[in-house]
């Protein structure tokens, strides 16, 4: 069965410092990656997604995740935060693979960024 | 990516209860996926909901609790019945487009039982 597990509840970065939001997972199949970003009182928006093509992968606004197979890893990178950024992140894998999957959570990971 | 709309953005409703939840998309899809996203946790699948089938139910989950009709490819509706308190959270719809489990989330439905 798949999982995901998010290090860190609540990472706190200074404005223009790196941003490093840890995850890694398990799957029995070739997993499909994602990282979604929630702002507060929204919805969940994808931000980047891996499906077996390059290892680095780019999202929107910066964002970028890098999937190690050699260490079950799926980490979420930004070079400068921005006070923008502050919201909490899941990373999820795919159930189940393929058009009929579902999607398993981390527990999310809540990024502050302080002026 | 997909448009997704849900009704109602939130509610305050009394324990026992039932409440629907509407979502709309913009376009037709295959598979609409509920979840749950109870106060401070991460996201729980619910059901997946395919047009012109019953819905599959994930482990804890049931029909009774949460009735989905799927009446067409753009449209679908979760039930919450006999609400308690315990059903406080978010409810949110997605949508699978892009061929590799892609899934696009609506904005929720944030639900307050008293």
């Known amino acids: 069965a798949q999982s995901v597990t998010q290090l860190g509840s609540h990472v706190s970065v200074s404005e223009g410092a790196l941003v490093l939001l840890r995850c890694n997972y398990s799957s029995s199949v070739p997993p499909y990656l994602f990282w979604y970003v929630q702002y507060p009182n929204q919805g969940l928006q994808l931000l980047l997604k891996y499906t077996s093509a390059a290892t680095l992968v780019k999202g929107i606004n910066g964002f970028e995740a890098e999937f190690k197979k050699s260490e079950t890893s799926f980490h979420l990178t930004k070079p400068s935060a921005h006070m923008s950024d502050a919201a909490e992140y899941f990373c999820?894998?795919?159930?189940?693979?393929?058009?009929?999957?579902?999607?398993?959570f981390g527990k999310g990971t809540k990024l502050s960024v302080k002026p | 990516s997909a448009v997704i709309s849900q009704k109602p953005s939130r509610d305050i409703c009394q324990r026992g209860t039932s409440l629907t939840i509407q979502c709309q998309v913009d376009?037709?899809?295959?598979?609409m996926f509920w979840y749950r996203q109870q106060p401070g946790q991460s996201l729980t699948l619910i059901a997946t909901a395919n047009q012109g089938s019953e819905a599959t139910y994930e482990s804890g989950f049931v029909i009774d609790k949460f009735p989905i009709s799927r009446p067409n490819l753009t449209f679908s509706t979760l039930t919450v019945s006999n609400m308690s308190p315990e059903d406080s959270s978010i409810y949110l719809c997605s949508v699978a487009r892009g061929g590799v489990d892609t899934q696009y989330f609506g904005p929720g439905t944030r639900l307050t039982v008293l």
């Open positions: 376009s037709q899809v295959t598979m």
């Open positions: 999820a894998v795919s159930g189940r693979g393929g058009s009929q999957g579902n999607l398993i």
